[in-house]
């Protein structure tokens, strides 16, 4: 018996940028921190989620990926 093989295709890779606060309880001010969600669609319709941001210049990875790394994936 064979299995049929198919192949699933990204339809869709887009970044967007994103400061997210921190309120942590040994802190009285709350801390900021700049992240990257990245969200991946295939045509089977599924979906996921990538995230960032340690110390990244959040605008130029979300440029790379959705100019360049995004539609290279496509």
Same mark, same amino acid.
Request: charged letters at 30%; a positive charge.
């Given at each position: 018996?064979?299995? *049929?093989? $198919?192949?699933?295709?990204?339809? @869709? %890779?887009? /970044?967007?940028?994103? *400061? #997210? /606060? @921190?309120?942590?309880?040994?802190? *009285? &001010?709350?801390?900021?921190?700049? #992240? #990257?969600? %990245?969200?991946?669609?295939?045509?089977? /319709?599924?979906?996921?989620?990538?995230? $960032?941001?340690?110390? $990244?210049?959040?605008? /130029? #990875?979300?440029?790379?990926?959705?100019? &360049? @790394?995004?539609?290279?994936? @496509?």
């Amino acid at each position: 018996m064979r299995i *049929k093989e $198919t192949k699933m295709k990204i339809t @869709l %890779v887009h /970044a967007t940028c994103y *400061k #997210v /606060a @921190l309120d942590l309880p040994y802190r *009285k &001010e709350r801390l900021w921190h700049d #992240v #990257v969600c %990245v969200r991946i669609e295939t045509d089977e /319709a599924i979906s996921g989620f990538g995230f $960032t941001g340690y110390q $990244t210049n959040r605008f /130029a #990875v979300r440029e790379c990926i959705n100019r &360049e @790394l995004g539609p290279f994936s @496509l």
